[in-house]
């Protein structure tokens, strides 16, 4: 009984932490008159690393600080470029994947990080500072709290599907162009959720169809409440509100649901009406495909123990 009210303690005053640091982010924003300040994958991180505490991203907890950060500097150098926006996201993906690997990293939020200066056309050196001061935050409060102890330092990095995640946004890309949709090029919640499916052992019809439907509805909640209201702050509580609640219905631990709701503060304002349309329609064709290839390796696997065994 007594474990039971210390465990809902934690997971009470690890949500109020974490929620706690998305508003302060929201603040800051609000008192610098600078939106470039709010994070959106910062949301996820603060969620999935304090109150979930997921293994493969506490790993290595210095990489928290490491790797957005790389990435971030990778994405705003690149946007800076005088090259198109779609030159710009190929060029992003590609360093951002190489320097995943060198680091020997599987740190998915750094894709994120990466693509959000080219998706918000970053300019201004205040997005830098607020990636390097908020991830340093959530890497000292893993480290300060002990959140990684027990989780092994190191865990196998399947590099192939690397590729196979650049040749999807490579092949959705094309299709975007082709259709005259080149902003629909790249949504930076997914992304970072296409590469964590591809890495799970097992991948079901029933994960594909959640991550569609929650995915989906955090961009409707997202941009309903931005779009209704005019007090920051209320529309990130609220945000993170039904969030929690969403996720909870559906029984699911998805980071990027929560940052999904914090786009709309920094994606160009013609295309945030446009978000939840584009999140449904992003979302089923690179989970569709997950799943198409997720079956095919495991048709794969099975075919080749069959010949083992015979």
């Given amino acids: 009984m007594l474990f039971a009210q210390s465990e809902n303690m934690k997971s009470i005053l690890s949500n109020a932490a974490a929620f706690g640091f998305i508003l302060l982010m929201v603040l800051a924003a609000i008192i610098f008159k600078d939106a470039e300040i709010i994070l959106p994958e910062i949301a996820a991180m603060a969620v999935a690393l304090w109150v979930w505490r997921e293994k493969s991203w506490l790993r290595q907890p ?11 500097i990778l994405g705003f150098a690149v946007n800076l470029l005088e090259i198109s926006y779609i030159a710009k996201i190929i060029i992003v993906l590609v360093l951002m994947l190489t320097v995943m690997r060198v680091m020997q990293s599987n740190l998915a939020p750094a894709l994120a990080t990466g693509l959000l200066p080219i998706v918000t056309n970053a300019t201004h050196f205040t997005f830098l500072m607020a990636i390097f001061a908020t991830t340093f935050v959530l890497m000292l409060g893993v480290y300060l709290f002990k959140l990684n102890e027990g989780v092994p330092r190191h865990a196998p990095v399947k590099y192939k599907y690397m590729l196979v995640y650049l040749a999807l946004h490579l092949a959705w890309i094309i299709i975007v162009v082709f259709a005259g949709y080149p902003q629909m090029a790249i949504i930076p919640p997914v992304t970072v959720v296409v590469y964590e499916s591809l890495q799970m052992p097992m991948y079901m019809r029933k994960m594909a169809v959640k991550q569609i439907v929650v995915l989906t509805l955090s961009a409707v909640i997202g941009t309903v409440l931005f779009m209704m209201l005019d007090n920051w702050l209320l529309i990130v509580a609220l945000d993170m ?34 978000l ?22 495991k048709q794969q696997i099975m075919k080749l123990q069959n010949v083992v065994a015979e």
């Fill in 62 to 72: 210095e990489k928290i600080f490491i790797m957005p950060s790389l990435t971030a």
């Fill in 276 to 297: 939840p349309y584009a999140a449904a329609l992003v979302s089923v064709f690179f989970f569709s495909l997950v799943l198409a290839y997720k079956t095919y390796e």
């Fill in 241 to 274: 509100a039904l969030i929690y609640g969403l996720l909870r219905l559906f029984q699911a631990r998805i980071p990027a649901a929560y940052a999904f709701p914090l786009l709309p503060f920094v994606f160009p304002a013609q295309f945030v009406p446009q």
